[in-house]
């Protein structure tokens, strides 16, 4: 990939001549550890844009707050890139804010190792498992969960989880990791740990948990019991809300990044202002002083979570698959189009809001007009693409309860099916539909899968049967209902014989 090309640590065109980003060279004003990071205290797995954006920065602001061996050791599940990079970097890198009239850039410094696919893969297992990691924490993205649709629970199908349950000595999926870490803590010390979920999964913590305990449950009966009595008696999965736009980086944002620290960053990450982060106290072996920077911590966090993969990334889904389809490359590109707003104010008011109890400090209002200038920030430019990709595992978070709860009233959800149409029109186009660059630079695990669907398909009612009843993306109880399965088919149609804007008037009409 091109990213690839571009990450890596030479040659990159902002950077030419200019001294790399260090603990000494580094602003003072940009970096908000000014020692050396503290011991490691936290592994964390996916060493993605939205980690370095979110987690880190919370944790080296509570570090320089109130102290604590809160360091952070990473490992990347992606590229050697970025590791790489950080490495020449001494582990610093710096999170550009991107939005009209901003010009702020932080330096987080809180990682104390970043391991990649060239370290030892038993490494990570190893690092889990030291008495001085107190939190494992997660950002893996949807697809890293290996769940099944069918059941909910671990995908003991996946290859990946096979090898991981076979025993062997790396463990490759996330699941498999953190589980054979916690066994060799189980088998070694004992001390109590957390494993904190940062990914927009609904119940992210509970559910990382259930996963862990299914790899448990299918492990030698020694093993099973040692594992399962460890998860009881000391470790915790609480549920957390994460947010914050980041984009992937591109060579504009190592401008950027030159531009306002006056040294040269190979791997910056772009990111809007706002962030927010909710979480439930429920830390085994401590934590660090989020509190004391900006995250809220609250016995219920279910009410956060709900209204932000709705709101937020149900909406957000719609955006980029309307978009793309009209041609648009950029989210705020695709949010300013009349028509994509308006499905978007329906899917909102109309669709998402009916499912919800907001948390008691939230205003519906307030919240929603904030999405609409947070999808708005053209400086950002967060691309349909991105949004766009791993449709297949992040629908089915976002649209599943909402579909039900409608369907128990009797209604058909128009903006929902919408969005699937419009999902399948990208990733899964019946012969002779194109749907366009922004569509074909999606990537999602099922495209395969999808296009095959496709190919055999003589109907857009066709293909949205075979998608509900084979595709292995949404749950059961969803492809049984022939009200839902009919108007996806009917948007998709329209949208492959009219072309979108008119699969979206037609939802508008019939939402009324
Ligand atoms: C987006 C999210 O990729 C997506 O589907 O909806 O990455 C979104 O930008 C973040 O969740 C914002 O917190």
Redesign the pocket.
């Known amino acids: 990939m091109t990213t690839t090309r571009h990450d890596a640590t030479a040659g990159s065109p902002a950077g030419s001549g200019h001294p790399r980003l260090r603990r000494d060279t580094a602003p003072p004003a940009a970096l908000v550890l000014n020692g050396a990071p503290p011991a490691t205290g936290i592994v964390h797995l996916g060493l993605g844009n939205?980690h370095r954006a979110h987690l880190s920065v919370y944790t080296a602001r509570a570090v320089a707050a109130a102290g604590g061996a809160w360091g952070v050791l990473a490992a990347s599940a992606g590229g050697r890139a970025v590791p790489r990079a950080m490495i020449e970097q001494d582990l610093l890198y710096s999170v550009v804010d991107i939005a009209p009239n901003t010009d702020a850039i932080t330096v987080p410094g809180i990682h104390t190792g970043v391991l990649s696919r060239d370290d030892d893969p038993a490494r990570v297992v190893k690092e889990i498992a030291a008495a001085g990691t107190r939190i494992v924490s997660l950002t893996v993205t949807e697809a890293g969960y290996t769940t099944s649709p069918r059941t909910g629970g671990l995908d003991t199908d996946a290859p990946g989880v096979r090898a991981d349950l076979a025993g062997a000595a790396a463990p490759v999926t996330p699941i498999g990791r953190v589980a054979r870490g916690l066994l060799a803590r189980a088998t070694t010390h004992g001390a109590p740990v957390t494993v904190l979920s940062c990914d927009?999964l609904s119940d992210n913590g509970h559910r990382t948990g259930r996963l862990v305990r299914d790899f448990a449950e299918h492990l030698p009966r020694g093993e099973r019991n040692r594992l399962l009595g460890y998860l009881d008696a000391s470790v915790s999965f609480p549920n957390s809300m994460?947010?914050?736009?980041?984009p992937a980086t591109d060579d504009s944002h190592r401008a950027m990044a030159l531009e306002r620290l006056g040294v040269h960053d190979a791997v910056p990450v772009p990111a809007e202002p706002f962030t927010m982060w909710v979480l439930e106290d429920d830390f085994a072996g401590g934590r660090p002083a989020w509190d004391q920077v900006g995250a809220t911590f609250t016995a219920d966090v279910a009410p956060y979570e709900l209204m932000?993969l709705r709101l937020?990334?149900g909406t957000?889904?719609l955006l980029?698959y309307l978009g793309a389809l009209d041609g648009r490359a950029t989210i705020p590109e695709a949010r300013g189009q009349i028509f994509v707003e308006t499905a978007a104010r329906d899917l909102i008011e109309r669709e998402y809001l009916p499912t919800l109890t907001l948390p008691p400090d939230i205003d519906a209002d307030t919240y929603v007009a904030q999405l609409f200038s947070r999808w708005s920030n053209t400086v950002l430019a967060?691309r349909t693409s991105?949004?766009g990709?791993?449709g297949s595992v992040?629908l089915p978070q976002r649209i599943t309860e909402p579909v039900l709860h409608h369907r128990a009233a009797g209604v058909v959800p128009e903006h929902i099916c919408l969005t699937v149409a419009a999902y399948l029109a990208c990733l899964a186009p019946l012969p002779g539909f194109d749907p366009g660059p922004e569509a074909r630079a999606m990537v999602d695990p099922a495209r395969e899968r999808l296009s095959a669907l496709a190919a055999r398909s003589t109907s857009a009612a066709n293909l949205v049967s075979a998608v509900l009843h084979e595709g292995d993306i949404f749950a059961p109880s969803l492809g049984e209902d022939s009200a839902f399965a009919d108007r996806i088919a009917h948007h998709l149609q329209t949208i492959v014989t009219a072309g979108v804007r008119a699969a979206a008037a037609e939802a508008h009409i019939a939402s009324r």
Do not use: E, G, P
């Not at 994460?242 to 980041?246: S, T």
């Open positions: 939205f927009n994460v947010d914050r736009i980041v932000k937020l990334n957000h889904s980029a967060d991105r949004v990709s791993d992040k």
